[in-house]
């Protein structure tokens, strides 16, 4: 099974400032064959199901603001939010689907501060 | 737009059973792989079980392999996910998923707002 694990687990930011989330995979999750990483990234706000942002690693979602960007190849990536925004705090997981099970990261809380 | 709702969840004691639905609408339900993901209080997403487009393919994760079935009704636009033998860390919110394209990818684009269950005597 591909372990994923992220860091750090919470971070304060402030408002305006950038954010940076970190993601590392046991083993690499780009395929040979079409040369792209299988990871996605999620947004899970207090009370709600997680929200699909970055695929592909860095593809956007459909209505996602452009202020999240995702990056990395292999093992690992990052997630990045350029200018924190209140309605940006919630919890953020990496999650692998080179192959199954498809696991998820720990999470990352991201807080204003 | 889509639009999953799922239902069935609920207090039930160690060993019974119970069973969740998931309703879907607003996409063409019978070209999409759908999932079941469980949630725990306070930590990551697990899948839990995966279903193709036709019902023809089923995987699920160790923990629950023999006791749970995935199954689908393309015909009502219905995902179910029948639980037996249930124990104290099968507890979570239990969320329907929409696989992001026909064939199974492990990619969750849609995702319904949860059924609680809770296994207690």
């Known amino acids: 099974d591909i372990v994923m694990t992220q860091s750090p687990d919470s971070l304060a930011v402030s408002l305006g400032e950038r954010a940076t989330i970190n993601c590392k995979s046991s083993?690499?999750?780009?395929?040979?064959?079409?040369?792209?990483?299988?990871l996605a990234w999620y947004q899970q706000k207090p009370g709600q199901p997680p929200r699909l942002l970055i695929f592909?690693?860095?593809t956007r979602e459909s209505g996602v603001p452009d202020r999240f960007s995702g990056s990395g190849s292999g093992t690992d990536f990052t997630l990045t939010i350029s200018s924190l925004q209140a309605g940006d705090v919630a919890v953020y997981y990496c999650?692998?689907?080179?192959?199954?099970?498809?696991?998820f990261g720990q999470g990352t809380k991201v807080e204003i501060k | 737009q889509v639009h999953l709702v799922e239902s069935g969840g609920g207090v039930v004691q160690p060993g019974r059973s119970l069973r969740l639905a998931c309703a879907a609408s607003?996409?063409?339900?019978?070209?999409?792989?759908m999932h079941w993901v469980r949630q725990a209080p306070g930590k990551r997403p697990e899948r839990v079980a995966v279903?193709?487009?036709?019902?023809?393919?089923?995987d699920y994760t160790d923990s629950v392999k023999g006791r749970f079935t995935i199954s689908r009704d393309n015909s009502k636009n219905t995902l179910y996910l029948q639980m037996n033998s249930l124990r104290a860390e099968d507890t979570a919110v239990y969320y329907c998923?929409?696989?992001?394209?026909?064939?199974?990818?492990?990619?969750?684009?849609?995702w319904g707002r949860g059924t609680l269950v809770t296994v207690s005597s």
């Open positions: 083993q690499s999750v780009l395929h040979s064959s079409n040369n792209k990483n299988y």
């Open positions: 279903i193709s487009y036709d019902g023809n393919n089923k």
């Open positions: 607003g996409f063409t339900f019978s070209n999409h792989g």
């Open positions: 998923a929409r696989d992001q394209i026909r064939v199974i990818l492990g990619l969750f684009d849609y």
């Open positions: 999650q692998q689907y080179y192959s199954s099970p498809w696991r």
């Open positions: 592909w690693a860095s």
